[in-house]
């Protein structure tokens, strides 16, 4: 990502736009960062030594950045981010690009930039550092410069999250291997409508033969089941990895603006340090897949903000059991959770994800509005479905 610096910005505007940039760069899970030194590149390596929950690392060689970098997100498994000014510097990152392409290694490198006037104009330290970087890198954004008001902050909190994001997407050749498949395919299943949307949109094969059909709950598993623990109400529960992508550190943030109740996660990751420790809150790690009925009906509300949901397995289960979820509304949940079963959230707005938790806490408990919309997708209909497509995908024809 390319930061580039101009008149039109204020000091204070790019402060802002910067400490929000890093705030959520932190939130989602990044932990350390190294820095070079520079005039164009100093807010932005301010910003991240004056974060108190990012460990900076400070280097006079924009080389040496890039590979102690290296080195720290290789031992990890975690994002780590570089900063740079502009010119030749940024091409001092290169090598380490290079390297974190071959070994799979998650490097966010972050770039100042001159004006694009003085390009091509013989202006000291300016360079054309339009995708400098070629395809040793993922992704390539030019930020650009703006004025702080409420909507650019909110964009560069949404860019940071799809920066860290982009650092972790993927192996090389899966899109070709889905492409493949998908063109010689009779039909396609989706999940979800949004993923139907997704897949016709970059597999233009896909369009006209995939079917939206979820996976289904068993419902009699999850009615029946009994609590296995008993949580001080109004006990909220999220199921699932502890990732960026889960949102599970804004997820505990909004529970600490709510003043009560507790809050559980069932499941580990990378994020659990983040998690550990704070009041209410409780890490239970990973748990047997016939124990997960349990932590469900232990809970009045089961949360599932992601960043992005492709469809939400363990909220459709929570509905089952009768408990109210909060969901995001960014993917396949808005397609099962109708009003009365739970309340859908932008992942990004932590203010929106606390008023939501406190909302879902006045839901009653059991929900029986909420079992009944999980009825629609039991398992039993579901697989009698799946039956029918394979039928019709074996006499040559679409569902």
């Excluded at 280097?59 to 890039?66: F, L, N, P, Q, Y």
């Excluded at 997100?73 to 900063?83: D, M, T």
């Excluded at 998650?106 to 995708?131: C, F, H, M, N, Y």
């Excluded at 033969?209 to 008993?230: I, Y």
Aim: net charge positive; glycine share 8%; proline share 7%.
């Amino acid at each position: 990502m390319r930061e580039t610096s101009g008149p039109a910005t204020s000091a204070t505007d790019t402060l802002l736009l910067l400490r929000a940039f890093v705030d959520e760069l932190v939130r989602s899970g990044m932990r350390a960062a190294c820095t070079a030194p520079g005039s164009r590149c100093a807010p932005l390596v301010l910003s991240l030594a004056r974060e108190p929950r990012l460990r900076c690392y400070s280097h006079v060689d924009e080389r040496c950045a890039g590979f102690f970098a290296l080195g720290l997100a290789k031992a990890s498994g975690l994002p780590v981010a570089v900063a740079c000014t502009s010119g030749t510097a940024a091409a001092e990152l290169l090598p380490a690009a290079i390297e974190a392409r071959e070994a799979r290694v998650p490097l966010l490198l972050l770039t100042a930039d001159r004006p694009p006037e003085l390009r091509e104009v013989g202006a000291g330290q300016a360079i054309d550092q339009l995708k400098i970087y070629g395809d040793a890198a993922k992704w390539f954004f030019e930020v650009g410069c703006h004025e702080a008001g409420p909507q650019r902050l909110r964009w560069m909190r949404a860019l940071a999250c799809r920066a860290y994001a982009k650092t972790l997407e993927g192996r090389p050749g899966v899109v070709h291997l889905t492409r493949r498949v998908v063109s010689r395919a009779a039909t396609v299943i989706a999940v979800s409508d949004y993923l139907r949307r997704e897949l016709e949109e970059r597999l233009p094969a896909a369009r006209g033969k995939t079917v939206v059909l979820n996976s289904g709950v068993d419902l009699e598993r999850f009615a029946a089941a009994a609590p296995v623990a008993e949580l001080e109400q109004p006990a909220f529960l999220h199921v699932g990895s502890l990732t960026e992508r889960k949102n599970v550190v804004r997820l505990a943030e909004a529970f600490a603006r709510v003043g009560g109740g507790s809050l559980t996660f069932v499941g580990d990751g990378p994020l659990r340090p983040a998690l550990e420790g704070r009041p209410g809150v409780r890490v239970v790690g990973r748990v047997p897949h016939d124990e997960v009925p349990g932590w469900l009906s232990a809970a009045a509300v089961v949360c599932g903000a992601a960043l992005i949901e492709p469809f939400g397995q363990s909220l459709l289960e929570a509905m089952a059991c009768g408990r109210t979820v909060v969901a995001t509304r960014i993917g396949g949940p808005p397609e099962f959770v109708p009003p009365e079963a739970g309340v859908l959230v932008d992942p990004l707005d932590a203010g929106e994800l606390s008023r939501a938790l406190e909302l879902a806490a006045s839901f009653p408990s059991p929900n029986e509005a909420a079992r009944a919309a999980a009825a629609a997708h039991d398992l039993r209909t579901q697989v009698t479905r799946v039956e029918e497509i394979l039928r019709q995908a074996a006499r040559g024809r679409t569902a």
